[in-house]
């Protein structure tokens, strides 16, 4: 498999996904992630035992295989000063550092800017959070549901005016894992300007800046207009101003979704394959102009043909069509779906207890080759045999065990 970060080391000091979920990323291009977790509590995420109402196995963690493949794990205590120093002879190996921790907390316990870059002047340090690294609210903590869902106007945009409240982050980890791929981008140019200049640079995302980010077009909008968009009640049917743009029942309760944002060249196509020829005929809908002008009643149309026939025949039959659709499907049904398969958007690797557990593989793949990788690591698992590798001696390790600095 193609490594493009091979030989790098990302040294992490981070829990919950959002930054980890970076960490996997860079460790699944290559990278050799050293994840530090406290030697008795670990990651915080590892004790979640309920994900969206759903119980969960703790030694089958999806919220922790996530965003924790293929790392290793050294528990150290870093309020000690032992566990400080021991930071600090890592920091210097490393090319990278990777944190979400508050600031309060990178200066009570010395990983701040300041200190990393104390032993290496030339380390990239990379920080998640919240609201940003300045302003008055730096200090303030947040998750995805408030910062990238709530704070930023994602839950406002995605609720129709109707509802009585808005609508809750119905995907875990949502905005986590999209930030993560903004880190692991921003460090992949990092670490290119170190290479031309020398130069270690610091950067930030923020799951607010991640979220205005993905809603910047709607913001772009609102900001030179006054206005901007909301989701609608859900109905099955055409747009307003174009019949080809919408999602459609079937006769089954499934519905597809037809997004033929420019119909010109496709309407006499389309209407073919809804079964409705004649429709192409009709000097209502015989070219673009009058088909917008007429939308409610070419959409009925299009409904009425929708619903007489099963979803699994539309899957089928649309496969031919020129314009552009695609059907609802839920998460898992995208599990088996044979084009995500094709693309190895999948990763089985093999789980904590020896059976296989599957991982959804990071955006970008490489000379097309899927991605091999490794479980997450166990809280602190790797701590002796990375301290050896370091070239801590054992009479050392035992010393920082004693003094309960490491695991």
Request: glycine letters at 10%.
């Amino acid at each position: 498999m193609t490594q493009v970060m091979k030989g790098v080391r990302v040294l992490e000091v981070a829990q919950f996904t959002f930054v980890p979920a970076a960490g996997a990323i860079l460790a699944d291009w290559g990278a050799d992630v050293i994840k530090i977790e406290h030697p008795v509590r670990g990651d915080t995420q590892r004790g979640f035992i309920n994900m969206g109402g759903i119980a969960v196995d703790p030694n089958r963690n999806p919220l922790v295989e996530h965003p924790n493949r293929g790392k290793r794990s050294v528990g150290i205590d870093l309020a000690t000063a032992e566990g400080q120093a021991l930071l600090y002879e890592i920091a210097k190996t490393a090319d990278v550092f990777l944190t979400n921790y508050l600031p309060s907390v990178r200066q009570k316990n010395k990983f701040d800017i300041e200190h990393i870059r104390a032993v290496n002047p030339k380390i990239i340090y990379a920080r998640g959070s919240a609201y940003g690294d300045k302003g008055v609210e730096r200090d303030t903590g947040g998750f995805d549901g408030t910062a990238f869902w709530s704070r930023s106007g994602v839950g406002y945009a995605m609720t129709p005016a109707e509802m009585e409240g808005p609508l809750s982050q119905g995907i875990m980890a949502f905005g986590d894992s999209i930030g993560g791929m903004f880190i692991a981008g921003g460090i992949s140019a990092a670490l290119f300007n170190r290479e031309r200049t020398g130069e270690g640079v610091e950067l930030d995302v923020s799951l607010l800046s991640a979220a205005w980010w993905a809603s910047g077009a709607n913001i772009a909008q609102g900001l030179e207009t006054g206005q901007t968009t909301r989701n609608s009640m859900p109905t099955s049917g055409g747009a307003a101003r174009n019949p080809l743009m919408g999602n459609f029942r079937t006769a089954d309760n499934g519905t597809i979704n037809l997004c033929m944002v420019s119909p010109t060249g496709l309407i006499r196509d389309a209407f073919e394959h809804f079964g409705i020829p004649e429709a192409a005929d009709d000097p209502r809908f015989a070219d673009v102009k009058t088909l917008i002008a007429n939308s409610k009643a070419a959409s009925d149309l299009i409904v009425a043909a929708f619903a007489k026939k099963p979803f699994a025949y539309w899957r089928q039959h649309l496969k031919t069509m020129k314009g552009q659709w695609a059907p609802i499907q839920s998460l898992l049904d995208l599990t088996s779906d044979e084009q995500a398969l094709a693309n190895d958007m999948l990763v089985e690797l093999e789980g904590d207890d020896g059976k296989p557990f599957k991982v959804v593989r990071g955006p970008v793949q490489f000379n097309h080759e899927p991605l091999k990788t490794t479980r997450a690591p166990q809280a602190s698992e790797h701590t002796e045999t990375f301290l050896m590798e370091l070239g801590l001696d054992w009479d050392r390790i035992e010393q920082l065990k004693a003094s309960g600095a490491i695991a």
